[in-house]
């Protein structure tokens, strides 16, 4: 409709000469067809929306909302995909904040009482303390293994000095081997190599540089701060 009340403009009224002098009236046509068509499109393109790049988050749930928003929260600060804390809770205590195992370990991450305390936790009872403490000490054994999920998982279940002490490797230990095998299994070990080995850009939750040394008693010996 736009297109035919534009030619009837540029034709003019009888008597009158025409606006715009074309000596061939079907390209003149054609042309402004053209930018029409043309401006439409640009006019098209400024009004859609911006696509902006969204990193796609795994789905998972504890059947808590409350406890799966700290779980992501604990993701985010410690760079740490919120699906593999998931996948360790769900190991280590069933979503059972209350869970006390026969070693020790408390909470819903398991964490026992020294490395809570090594970890910044108080209340290693309180829900929130113990994610954020048990996610901290992923994002440590993350950093000590260069990213290797399986170490850090085999450290987390045996002690970062187990896994140094087998050559950087999951130790012989049944216990150890079956919580690595099945913690991969739920997160997915086409997934390992989607765990970012970074930090969050806002600063917050970073870990400090790792030093390992050996004390007077050959002992090894890590220190991040805490």
Sequence with gaps: MAKKTDLKARAGKKGESSPVASSNPRREAQKSSAQTDQTDAQVDRSEQPVKQEKRIERSFTTGDPRLDQIIRSAGEKNGIDSRLIFSVMKQESGFNPRAVSYKGACGLMQLMPATARRFGVQNIFDIEENIHGGARYLRFLLDLFDGNVKLALAGYNAGE????????????????????????????????????????????GLMPRIAVYVNEKGGVVFTTGY
Aim: hydrophobic share 25%; net charge negative; aromatic share 12%.
């Design 161 to 204: 000095g187990a896994v140094i002490k087998y050559g950087y490797r999951i130790p012989p230990y049944a216990e150890t081997q079956t919580y690595v095998s099945r913690i991969i299994e739920d997160y997915g070990s086409e997934n390992e190599a989607l765990l970012a080995n970074k930090r969050s850009g806002d600063g917050e």
